[in-house]
Structures are given as C-alpha cells and as structure tokens.
C-alpha cells in the first residue's frame, strides 16, 4: 500500500494526525506551515523536528507533488503552460499567467497589478462536461483531483518560478463544481496555509447551479465566476450542454440566491462567436441577464481548436469579428467590462484550450512521453 500523502491536509486534520501519532497538536500546526507556507517537498526539511519523528514520517507518509513533466513558455505574452504528471500517471495542465492578461480582479490598485501573477489550476482530469469552444472537453472525464493534487499545483508553480503567487483561477481542466468538496477545501488551504487573500481566489463555472447556492449557504469568501457565453436558451445548450441540467432560469436564479446571500457580484465570462452568440438580439438578452445582480464581464478572445480535430459545432466556431464593438455596446449600458488578453495563444494555454494534445500537435518540442488518457467516463447524462 503506497503511504498516506499528508499533501492536502488542512491544520486541523494535520493536528488530528499528530495526536494519533503521540504528538502534541502544536506539531500538526508545524506541518501545516511547513508544507504550504514553506512548501516542504521532504520531511527532512522539518529541522524542528526531532530526527525520530522526521525518520517516522518518511518511512511511514509522503509529501507527493504533482511533477512537472515539461513546460512551454509563450514567446508572445510570457504565459507558461506546465504539463504536470500526477502519482496515478494522469497529467494536467497548469497555467501561469503574467499580470497584464490576466483573469481581471477589477479592484487591484497599479501595484498589485504590477506584482500579480496568477495561476489557473485545473479540478479535474479531463471533464464530462463538453462545451463546444473547449479542447479539454475532447478527453472526456477521468476522475475529480485530490485536494492534495488541486494545492500542489499552485506549490509546484511557485517552486518552479521561484515567486510567490498571488492570484489562483479555477479555471482550468475540469468543471470545479463538480469536485466541490475538494475545490472549497483546497481553497481554504491556499488561503489559510498559502496565504493567498480569498478574494484573489476565483472559481469558475460552466453553470452548476445547486452548488452556487451550496457557496452561497456556506458563505464562501472566493469569488464566482459563471462562464456564461449565451443569454439565450437554445443557444447556450448548443454550446454548453450542461444548459439541458440546469437552464438559464435555474442558473439565474442560483446566481440571484448567492447575490442575496453574499453581496458579492459575480463575474460574467463570454467568448463572442461569429454568427453564433454575437448578434445584437444575443447582445441584448445578455444586457437584460447581466443587469440582474451586480457582476462584471470578462470578454475572453477565443483561438480554433483546430488539433483536436472537432466535429459539429465545434468545428464551426469561429471568432466574432464584432467583439470589440460589443465591448463598447456592453459599456454604453454602464456594465463593467474587462477584455482578457489572449494568453499564450503560441503555447494553446489560454483557457478552454488546456488538453494534453499539446504533444500531438508539437511532436518536436516533445520531452516526456505523455500516453493517452484512458476515458472512464466520456460525458456525463445531462
Ligand atoms: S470549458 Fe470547462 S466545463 Fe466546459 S468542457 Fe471545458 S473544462 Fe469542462
């Protein structure tokens, strides 16, 4: 039996842990900093630890980080995608993004724009969901990541940049909502543990309504944001099957709810698509929805998916040519508006774009050797 990964903990568990082991619970207190204030990768590292303890734990637990297969830097912006393998051999993507493109926090003074660097962290390997804009959606779902493995990425991205991060996007492989109860403990990690400020947290979702409103019941103090793409019905359940489970009067409601419950607004995220969702009837229904609670927008530039070989929709999607003069139609109804710069379009790290297919399409940039995914799982009923 592989040892108990100790990666994942939170304080209280860690002192739970110490206790059982004979331990005073000060000592899981120690842990707790030393694995994600300090980002200990060993138990030797734990110097105010007696020898026989440190000889214990690393005979008996581990600290088993993601490790990184390989990493892509973008030529263009500095976005670096990094290909980490997991102690099942699954591989995820993570992404790190400068400060000038990223996930827009619209309350950030110049400062902490300049010192920003945030990472966009995946919940899942793969995911059921099949949004029609998304390479991920192409893996189909293999399994929900561990908290262990959703914090030890945002480590791994700080031990590999030698930098703090400041700023965590769930935003990548995977619908977070869908691993809730290992996304809101990661995230409590991050906060408690990191030291990364809650409201620099945002999780993102394609719709899952019942869980917006778990957020709200639990006062979560990260942010939400719903990637939205379409106010209007039948056009957002082509795009997003997910709109067949929870509708746009469901999703609008749970994000009504969790307004009314937390007074916070939430945050809009659009890809405008040619012919597709970018008309001005499309334009106005989503004024209409966006004026119903206080939120703001994230314009998100979309790139074809062109390497994994779409079919259907997907195949057809191409970007709005009329996105910045929507931009302006938006703000002209006094909705806050930022537009995303598109990240690391060299490296396909923007969001929507993370698969492991990377390899396919750039066999000579290749490292490792990544195999395919078995699927378990390729879409969930909706
Ligand atoms: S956009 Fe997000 S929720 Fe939709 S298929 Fe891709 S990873 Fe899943």
Redesign the pocket.
């Known amino acids: 039996m592989s040892p108990t990964n100790l990666l994942g903990f939170t304080q209280q568990e860690l002192a739970d842990f110490a206790e059982n082991l004979g331990e005073s619970r000060y000592r899981g207190k120690q842990l707790f900093q030393w694995l994600y204030a300090k980002g200990a990768t060993s138990f030797a590292a734990m110097t105010d630890f007696s020898k026989d303890l440190r000889e214990r734990l690393t005979a008996e637990y581990a600290i088993d980080f993601p490790t990184l297969e390989m990493s892509h830097r973008s030529h263009q912006d500095g976005t670096t995608k990094f290909l980490l393998a997991l102690v099942d051999g699954a591989k995820i993507e993570t992404v790190l993004i400068p400060p000038r493109i990223a996930f827009q926090n619209g309350s950030a003074s110049a400062e902490e724009e300049q010192r920003r660097l945030t990472v966009c962290i ?1 919940t ?1 390997v ?6 029609k ?5 192409s893996m189909g779902y293999i399994r929900n990541l561990t908290v262990g493995e959703i914090v030890g990425q945002v480590l791994r991205a700080q031990k590999t940049t030698e930098k703090n991060i400041t700023n965590v996007v769930f ?5 977070p909502l869908m691993n809730y109860d290992n996304v809101m403990k990661a995230a409590d990690i991050m906060i408690t543990g990191i030291g990364i400020a809650a409201r620099r947290i945002t999780v ?3 719709g899952w309504a019942d869980r917006i409103k778990q957020m709200a019941d639990e006062q979560r103090k990260v942010k939400l944001a719903i ?1 939205l793409h379409s106010a209007n019905e039948e056009t957002r359940t082509k795009l ?1 099957p ?1 709109a067949k489970r929870y509708g746009l009067q469901e999703l609008i409601s749970a994000i009504e709810y969790y307004y009314d419950k937390t007074g916070k607004r939430v945050t809009y995220e659009y890809i405008f698509f040619e012919g597709v969702n970018d008309s001005s009837k499309d334009v106005g229904q989503f004024v209409a929805l966006a004026r119903r609670v206080p939120c703001k927008i994230n314009v998100i530039p979309y790139h074809s998916i062109d390497f994994v070989a779409p079919t259907g929709l997907s195949a057809d999607l191409r970007p709005s040519k009329r996105m910045e003069e929507i931009v302006e139609e938006l703000r002209t109804h006094n909705l806050t508006v930022f537009v995303r710069g598109s990240a690391g379009e060299d490296i396909d790290a923007a ?2 774009q ?1 698969a492991v297919t990377m390899e396919q399409k750039k066999p000579t940039r290749r490292h490792g050797t990544l195999q395919p995914h078995r699927r378990t799982v390729d879409r969930i009923a909706l």
């Open positions: 995946s899942q793969g995911c059921p969901l099949d949004c804009f998304c390479a991920t959606a935003m990548g492989m995977g619908e993102s979702t394609a990637s997003m997910i969001c929507g993370l």
